[in-house]
T-cell receptor, first 114, second 113 residues
């Protein structure tokens, strides 16, 4: 069964460093998303991406964050100059169509900023 | 309460019993979704119920939606130890069409063998 894959599963970084989290969405999906979950808190929307551009982003997704689809399969989230409060699980998701239907999530990348 | 709030926050039952989780939301929606998350894992979509539906079944899952009360419930019948997980309701945020879901805090379900 097709699935969303994410790498790395866990990354530890020093505060101020840049981090790139990678995702391979399901191949025939057109819409891609990043969500994050700080330990013990809700899953929060960060950004949606369609047709090679950001469709929508939350207040969390400030200039520190960027997304890219560098080729036909990968979807990346870059966090520049990481802060302690960026420590969280980051989930990539994809969906075959827009609207408000089902999202298919990856297993997540745990980011720990020291 | 915020959009998509579940109760109870935690539920502990014995295998074979039914588990009921509730979700309340504030704004109008066109659908409501339930997701499951095993500890430290990703979210898995369970079921989507549209605003014009009142009840939906999928295997041992039964979801109801009451738009007049802005609430939904998820019933898991004949629970198994493998159902132990966190369960979240999620609603599309304010009519956006780009998969922006607002998740609740979740209900932690523990099923004892």
């Amino acid at each position: 069964e097709p699935e969303v894959t994410q790498t790395p599963s866990h990354q530890v970084t020093q505060m101020g460093q840049e981090v790139i989290l990678r995702c391979v969405p399901i191949s025939n999906h057109l819409y891609f998303y990043w969500y994050r979950q700080i330990l013990g808190q809700k899953v929060e929307f960060l950004v949606s991406f369609y047709n090679n551009e950001i469709s929508e982003k939350s207040e969390i997704f400030d200039d520190q964050f960027s997304v890219e689809r560098p080729d036909g399969s990968n979807f990346t989230l870059k966090i520049r100059s990481t802060k302690l409060e960026d420590s969280a699980m980051y989930f990539c998701a994809s969906s075959p169509q827009g609207g408000s239907g089902e999202l298919f999530f990856g297993e997540g990348s745990r980011l720990t900023v020291l | 309460s915020q959009q998509g709030e579940e109760d109870p926050q935690a539920l502990s039952i014995q295998e074979g019993e039914n588990a009921t989780m509730n979700c309340s939301y504030k704004t109008s929606i066109n659908n409501l979704q339930w997701y499951r998350q095993n500890s430290g894992r990703g979210l898995v979509h369970l079921i989507l119920i549209r605003s014009n539906e009142r009840e939906k079944h999928s295997g041992r899952l039964r979801v109801t939606l009451d738009t007049s009360k802005k609430s939904s419930s998820l019933l898991i019948t004949a629970s198994r130890a493998a159902d132990t997980a966190s369960y979240f309701c999620a609603t599309p945020n304010g009519g956006t069409s780009y998969g922006k879901l607002t998740f609740g805090q979740g209900t932690i379900l523990t099923v004892h063998p």
